[in-house]
């Protein structure tokens, strides 16, 4: 499983990747949280607005700070 978390680093962007993070070691994945900053990079998954958060290429939310419970239901499906 390959999570990254799209962000320029604003406070938001910080906050879901720590809640991120969180519900990762919650439901014991053992995969890293990659923070993508570069913008360059978040455009080719044609966001627009952030922080993102992508499971495997794919854009699972988008511009919301997520709680932890609700990412751990995005990771379980």
Known sequence: MRIQVLGTGCAKCKQLTANVEQAVRELGIDTPVEKVEDVREIMKFRVLSTPALVVDGTVK????VLAPDAIKELLAV
């Not at 939310?61 to 919301?64: E, I, K, P, T, V």
């Open 61 to 64: 939310s988008l511009g919301r």
